[in-house]
């Protein structure tokens, strides 16, 4: 009778890596004596010192996420290369490590997340939050009709001095926050009027309405784009923020920081 090493044995066979998904000192302990493939831990800390190492903004709940982030984080690191197939093991049913799967690491699946969360002042769960809602929008719609959101996240009081108001501010007085289910529903109904949401580093939201005004000048945008991703693109420039943008036209959403798209993400394959 076949054991498990003949059924499974191919999930580990001519692996480039393992990368290990916060895992405890005594998981890791059995793998530093292991010469065969190098070894890549991935968490929000390198609790376990290990030599070769791709750091988490947050805990990711789904575990997909998690996988696709310190993936995309090992290749942007050079940790991994691509094509490499590599073993990863996380957690899924407990807090330990319970769960092997075997990934090929893909640079041309590369979205631009690890960026995103890396290159982000803002608390890392504050742009987690802003680009689920730009991505359920991206879904759903606006009574099932497409709609176009603009997000800018972070660096608040410069970037309001960098834009003037289109409209009543419904946020003026409120000390209301992203993440809050029924904010989120909120900023779902704004977002089909015109102008820009604002929001803080730790998720306030500051304002709704606002025309941004940095010009435009050298930010290069996808052809078929128009104002709402220029302005999103130049915002960035001229700020510490980030913008998250959800376009009308194509549905894609896209993430700017420092003038330049580093995210680029279809809703549905999210």
């Known amino acids: 009778m076949a ?22 000192g005594s998981y ?9 493939f190098d070894i890549v831990v991935v968490g929000t800390e390198n609790a376990v010192g290990a030599e070769t190492f791709v750091e988490l903004p ?4 789904d575990v997909s996420d998690r996988v696709r982030f310190g993936l995309e984080g090992a290749l942007e690191q050079g940790v991994v290369e691509d094509g490499d197939e590599l ?12 769960t092997v799967s075997r990934v090929r690491a893909d640079a041309e699946a590369h979205t631009g997340i690890y960026d995103l969360f890396a290159k982000s002042r803002a608390d890392p769960e504050v742009v987690k939050s802003v680009l689920e809602v730009a991505i359920e929008l991206g879904k759903k719609g606006q009574k099932g ?10 660096d608040a009081g410069k970037v309001m001095n960098k834009s003037r108001p289109l409209s009543y501010n419904p946020f003026e007085k409120s000390h209301v926050h992203v993440g809050d289910p029924i904010v989120n529903v909120m900023l779902k109904e704004f977002s089909r009027l015109d102008g820009a949401f604002i929001i803080s580093d730790a998720g306030k939201i500051v304002s709704a309405y606002r025309y ?22 130049a915002i960035t420039r001229d700020t510490n923020a980030i913008s998250i943008v959800l376009s009308e036209s ?5 993430a700017f920081k420092a003038g330049e798209l580093i995210l680029e993400v279809d809703p549905e394959a999210y």
Not at 216 to 230: N, Q, V
Request: charged share 25%; with cysteine; net charge negative.
């Open 3 to 24: 054991g498990l090493d003949d059924v499974f044995g191919d999930l580990f066979a001519s692996v480039d890596a393992v990368v290990l998904f916060s895992p405890s």
């Open 28 to 36: 890791y302990e059995r793998f530093t004596d292991v010469d065969d």
């Open 58 to 61: 947050l805990e990711f709940d």
């Open 87 to 98: 073993a990863c093991a996380t957690s899924v049913f407990s807090d330990g490590i319970d």
């Open 145 to 154: 009709k497409p709609v176009g959101a603009l997000f800018v996240v972070g």
């Open 212 to 233: 941004l005004e940095p010009s435009a000048e050298g930010i290069d945008i996808p052809k078929g784009l128009g104002a709402r991703h220029m302005a999103g693109g």
């Open 250 to 254: 194509d549905g894609l959403v896209r």
